[in-house]
């Protein structure tokens, strides 16, 4: 990607960072830290799985793989 390229990716981010934090309106601390924890730590802490409302496919998993 071309420097021009790079510079203008930035400051559209910039701006849509700009645009949400504007729309978002006053948040309270809690929700703030979430944010802010989302931002840093990106997908590592996000659910998967059912926890993520992920369906169970019976052809994928089978009984003995299930606790019992």
Same mark, same amino acid.
């Given at each position: 990607?071309?420097?021009?390229?790079?510079?203008?990716?930035?400051? *559209?981010?910039?701006?849509?960072?700009?645009?949400?934090?504007?729309?978002? +309106?006053?948040?309270s601390?809690? *929700?703030?830290?979430?944010?802010?924890? +989302?931002f840093?730590?990106?997908?590592?802490?996000?659910?998967?799985?059912?926890?993520? +409302? +992920?369906?169970?496919?019976?052809?994928?998993?089978?009984?003995?793989?299930?606790?019992?």
């Open positions: 990607m071309s420097p021009k390229k790079r510079k203008a990716k930035l400051l *559209q981010i910039a701006e849509f960072h700009a645009e949400a934090r504007r729309l978002a +309106g006053n948040l601390a809690n *929700q703030r830290r979430v944010i802010e924890v +989302g840093l730590r990106g997908k590592e802490l996000e659910p998967s799985g059912w926890l993520a +409302g +992920g369906a169970l496919v019976r052809n994928r998993i089978s009984r003995e793989s299930l606790p019992a």
